[in-house]
C-alpha cells in the first residue's frame, strides 16, 4: 500500500541527518526537490579496484564546514559512474554510493553521488529521488525532524 501525501511526514528546507555506516553522527543537509539525486561532499577521493575486481571509492567527508579539524574517512564499494548536470548546467562524471541515512526515528538507504562541494554552505542534498513516498518538504520550514543539538552558552 503507497502512503498517502496526509501520511507522509513534514520536512523543512534543511534537516539534521546521521550516517552511522561512514561515521557521520550528524551532517546538515539540504532538502532539494530540485534535485534528482543526493550529493555528499568529499575531498580525497580515490576510486580503485580491489583484487577481487570490486571497485570502491575511499574518501574523506568533513561533515561540518566550521570545523574543518573533522575529517572523517571513509571507504564504500562504487555503485555507478555517471553523468550529473549541476545547477549552473555543467556536466560531471561523478561516483555513486548507496549507504544508510537515519532522520529522526527513520532509515533508509540513499544513493549519493561525490563531489567536493567545499564552497557551498550545505554539505549533503537530499534529492527528490531519496525523499518520494516518505516525505512532504515545507519550505517555509526548518529541522522538523532531524533537530539540531541545542548551543551551549
Known amino acids: 500500500m ?20 561512514l561515521g557521520i553522527s550528524r551532517i546538515k543537509a539540504k532538502i ?49 559512474l555517471r553523468v550529473v548536470r549541476d545547477s549552473g548546467g555543467h556536466e560531471e562524471l561523478r561516483p555513486f554510493i548507496r549507504v544508510p541515512v537515519t532522520l529522526g526515528p527513520f532509515t533508509w538507504e540513499v544513493e549519493f553521488s561525490l563531489t567536493n562541494r567545499e564552497n557551498m554552505k550545505f554539505r549533503m542534498l537530499l534529492g527528490r529521488t531519496a525523499i518520494k513516498g516518505r516525505f512532504l518538504v515545507d519550505p517555509s520550514l526548518s529541522y522538523q525532524i532531524g533537530k539540531p543539538l541545542s548551543k551551549k552558552k
Open 32 to 80: 532539494d526537490t530540485g534535485a534528482r539525486s543526493s550529493c555528499l561532499h568529499t575531498c580525497g577521493l580515490e576510486i580503485y579496484e580491489t583484487t577481487e575486481g570490486e571497485q570502491r571509492a575511499s574518501f574523506t567527508v568533513h561533515p561540518l564546514p566550521r570545523r574543518p579539524s573533522l575529517a572523517v574517512a571513509c571507504d564504500r564499494p562504487l555503485a555507478a
Open 2 to 21: 503507497n502512503p498517502t501525501p496526509s501520511s507522509l511526514d513534514l520536512l523543512g528546507w534543511r534537516e539534521w541527518l546521521s550516517i552511522p555506516e
